[in-house]
């Protein structure tokens, strides 16, 4: 089992240009979270789906960020036009049958 | 919304010792309570999870304790080692997956 696989591991790019985050969750899992993570505001939910779908995108900050589940094996989180205070580490995470029980090892991500 | 407090933010001890972090949630509708541990640059593992029906659980050295009536539920470790040492998190959220994060406690174990 390879686990959760996130890519790229770092990103870095200027402000204004668009940032694409990806995703491998584990094989057989049937729910996808993306956290995003910061000294200040700690562990936050962005969103989660359930088999592919989207079941609550209340924790995307604002109409920048976009997420995407195109099939069972595949996520992207995407941000356009990024901000400074977008700076963050994203975490991907999947699980079976509910809340987030394997964690990718993260994209930090530094908009400059 | 949830809202998640854990105390302390930073813990220290000596190995052998037991330490203990606890946390409140505020939602009496959560009924599942997750720990984790995360290591520097990587994401946080699940270590434990205890849900609502169920009072107190344990897996070798770690063990959680819920206290449904007063929102309170706390992780216990015994017989720390170094390799414990890392950031643990709670969690208060449902079955359905969305959950709420403490804030985490950095524990040290010193040898």
């Known amino acids: 089992d390879a686990g959760v696989i996130q890519s790229p591991r770092h990103e870095v790019t200027e402000m204004g240009q668009e940032v694409t985050l990806r995703c491998k969750p584990i094989?057989?899992?049937?729910?996808l979270f993306w956290y995003r993570q910061t000294m200040m505001r700690g562990l936050e939910l962005l969103i989660y789906?359930?088999?592919?779908?989207?079941?609550?995108d209340s924790g995307m900050p604002e109409d920048r960020f976009s997420a995407k589940m195109p099939n069972a094996s595949f996520s992207t989180l995407k941000i356009q036009p990024s901000e400074p205070r977008d700076s963050a580490v994203y975490f991907c995470a999947s699980s079976f049958g509910g809340p987030p029980q394997h964690f990718g090892d993260g994209t930090r991500l530094s908009i400059l | 919304g949830e809202n998640v407090e854990q105390h302390p933010s930073t813990l220290s001890v000596q190995e052998g010792d037991s330490a203990v972090i606890k946390c409140t949630y505020s939602d009496s509708a959560s009924n599942y309570f997750p720990w984790y541990k995360q290591e520097l640059g990587k994401g946080p593992q699940l270590i434990i999870d205890i849900r609502s029906n169920v009072g107190e659980k344990k897996d070798q050295r770690i063990a959680v304790t819920l206290n449904k009536t007063a929102k309170h539920f706390s992780l216990h470790i015994t017989e720390t080692q170094p390799e414990d040492s890392a950031v643990y998190f709670c969690a208060a959220g449902d079955n359905a997956g969305k959950s709420t994060f403490g804030d985490g406690t950095t524990l040290t174990v010193k040898p």
């Open positions: 094989s057989g899992h049937d729910y």
């Open positions: 789906f359930n088999n592919n779908v989207p079941i609550d």
